[in-house]
């Protein structure tokens, strides 16, 4: 499969860069080093665009190898995080009943 085949790049370029420029924008810069702490990595972004005009241009093996290894890593770090809430199964046995009022008005 060096020469590509059927293969397609798992996004279009144009995903690629935008998600570079919305990553290397000023307001997200703002807002992830206001919650990170850190400058945002929007390094791999741009690997993936080069790596997608390539593959474009060229039909490149390196390049295709790349955009696999890249999109798998992405999987493989959301899958990293499961859900924050546990789902119910069923609501809770006072649900229908009224709500606590404060006592200390």
Same mark, same amino acid.
Do not use: I
């Given at each position: 499969? =060096? ?6 790049p798992?996004r279009?370029?144009?995903a690629?860069? =935008?998600?570079?420029? @919305?990553?290397?924008? !000023? ?8 919650v990170?702490?850190?400058r945002? !990595? ?6 993936? @665009?080069?790596?997608?005009r390539e ?8 390049a295709?190898?790349?955009l696999?290894?890249s999109e798998?890593a992405?999987?493989?770090?959301a899958?990293?995080?499961?859900l924050v809430? !546990?789902?119910r199964?069923?609501?809770p !046995?006072?649900?229908h @009943?009224p709500?606590?009022?404060d006592?200390?008005?």
């Amino acid at each position: 499969m =060096a020469e590509g085949g059927g293969w397609q790049p798992p996004r279009p370029c144009e995903a690629y860069r =935008a998600e570079w420029e @919305l990553c290397s924008s !000023a307001g997200h810069f703002l807002r992830h080093y206001y919650v990170h702490g850190e400058r945002p !990595a929007c390094g791999q972004w741009r690997r993936d @665009l080069d790596s997608c005009r390539e593959w474009e241009e060229r039909r490149s093996a390196e390049a295709q190898r790349s955009l696999r290894e890249s999109e798998q890593a992405r999987v493989r770090a959301a899958r990293k995080h499961g859900l924050v809430w !546990a789902p119910r199964q069923s609501p809770p !046995a006072d649900w229908h @009943l009224p709500l606590p009022q404060d006592n200390d008005q």
